[in-house]
């Protein structure tokens, strides 16, 4: 059965959930499950409608052609898509390849619906010759100082060539430039412990050790030219004590920066994430 979801933001006012819902009554369709908010800040209303077609296949075309004239009315920012078509997924990797190992396997036993379009490192292929990427291209693209640009620049027309819907820093340890983050806007996400801006440069989890902090954590956000400023899809925080070596916060550390980034990643292909200026709205 062919399924869609609807995501759409707007100014909030009566008659929204009502048009909306009409209109997929009259085009055949059946709701299968319909969240919403309304933001008292930015007086937005958000939605997330996922929807089938008893009676046949949608035509899609024609949904789009229906939609558009509601979503002028109410000046919606809207998406819709056939959740058979699975978002092309690019991963970018340097030495720390936790993150990486993680969303390989869980798209291999089908829990991320998605399809990988390429492994990107600053690090040769040898780093991860314990990995088997399953036919995946893998693109070493070293950088410097000096090479930044450059680098960037094959970044980017990779991600057009390869047609990549989103763009994954898995542990990518090289801060994109605005440039690069601009270009990314919306599709790029990143995923860093939430020490920041605590406890920035190297080993963060031993500067926090040396502060006795009782909890550690992650966090996943989309990529601005801010750094690490994005707007939040996901985090997580686990206890710890005095008894914990510096070690033990980062192999705990490892674990809660996999799952949080996995989780964020798993709703961004669902279409569960939607932005709310420098916010997000997640229908988990």
């Known amino acids: ?114 399809v990988p379009s390429a492994i990107v490192s600053n690090h040769a292929r040898e780093t991860f010759a314990h990995l088997d990427f399953d036919g995946i291209a893998f693109h070493h693209l070293p950088v410097t100082r000096h090479s930044k640009m450059e680098q960037e620049a094959a970044i980017w027309a990779l991600v057009q060539e390869t047609r990549t819907d989103i763009v994954i820093l898995a542990r990518y340890m090289q801060v994109l430039s605005d440039g690069l983050a601009a270009k990314l806007a ?28 009782k909890l550690i954590g992650a966090t996943a956000h989309y990529v601005t030219a801010a750094l690490d400023e994005g707007p939040i899809i996901e985090q997580d925080v686990e206890r710890v004590t005095h008894r914990d070596s510096p070690e033990d916060l980062v192999r705990n550390g490892r674990d809660i920066e996999r799952r949080v980034l996995s989780r964020a990643l798993r709703w961004v292909l669902e279409s569960r994430v939607i932005l709310n200026g420098s916010k997000t709205v997640v229908f988990s």
């Open 186 to 213: 919306g599709r790029c996400i990143n995923i860093h412990h939430s020490f920041l801006p605590g406890f920035k440069g190297a080993k963060p989890y031993h500067q926090a050790h040396a502060r006795g902090v």
């Open 1 to 114: 059965m062919t399924q869609h979801v609807l995501t759409l933001s707007c100014p909030n006012r009566p008659g929204i959930v009502a048009a909306v819902s009409t209109f997929l009554f009259e085009a055949g369709a059946n709701i299968a499950e319909a969240q919403q908010y309304d933001d008292p800040e930015s007086q937005r209303f958000f939605a997330r409608i996922l929807f089938d077609h008893p009676e046949g296949t949608a035509d899609e075309v024609a949904l789009r052609a229906g939609l558009a004239p509601i979503a002028g009315r109410f000046r919606m920012d809207w998406t819709l898509r056939n959740l058979a078509e699975r978002p092309r997924v690019m991963l970018l990797v340097s030495k720390f390849d936790h993150c990486l190992a993680d969303i390989l396997y869980r798209w291999r036993i089908g829990e991320l619906p998605m």
